[in-house]
């Protein structure tokens, strides 16, 4: 049995999903999950909605890729000296969006902003490595 002091709860060892082989963190967050989280549900009408917005999200997807490998790649040149001022371009640009898109399109707006902004600091990295290394990959 798992006691968590602090909250009061106690899981058995199986918990409701019949999973008792999960032991340590993983099986305590999983009966964490499955006991506080499983209780809510969705209904056809959102799950409807849900997939109504995930082009919208998709649509990030190719450029948090280059993102993260532009960023790394600014990392190992020792170019890190960028990174806040890259931070400060990704909240204030997906926050603006976020203002501006919502307005039109609710919640897809959201996933939309994020997705552009996505694609505008991976373009801003780019943009920011040094020349040599641009030139190198042609």
Not at 24 to 52: E, I, K, S, T, Y
Not at 55 to 74: D, K, M, Q
Not at 116 to 121: D, G, Q
């Amino acid at each position: 049995m798992v006691a968590l002091p602090a909250s009061g709860l106690d899981l058995d060892d199986t918990d409701r999903m019949g999973h008792g082989d999960l032991d340590g963190p993983v099986g305590l967050f999983v009966r964490l999950v499955v006991d506080h989280l499983g209780q809510f549900a969705m209904d056809h009408a959102g799950v409807d909605h849900m997939a109504d917005m995930l082009p919208w999200a998709l649509v990030g997807v190719p450029p948090f890729g280059a993102l993260l490998v532009l960023a790394r790649a600014h990392v190992a040149l020792q170019n890190s000296r960028i990174m806040p001022s890259m931070g400060v371009l990704n909240a204030t640009l997906n926050l603006g969006l976020n203002a501006l898109f919502v307005r039109f399109l609710g919640l897809s707006g959201l996933l939309l902003s994020t997705s552009v902004t996505y694609a505008v600091v991976a373009a801003v990295f780019w943009v920011r490595l040094p020349p040599s290394v641009r030139l190198a990959q042609r």
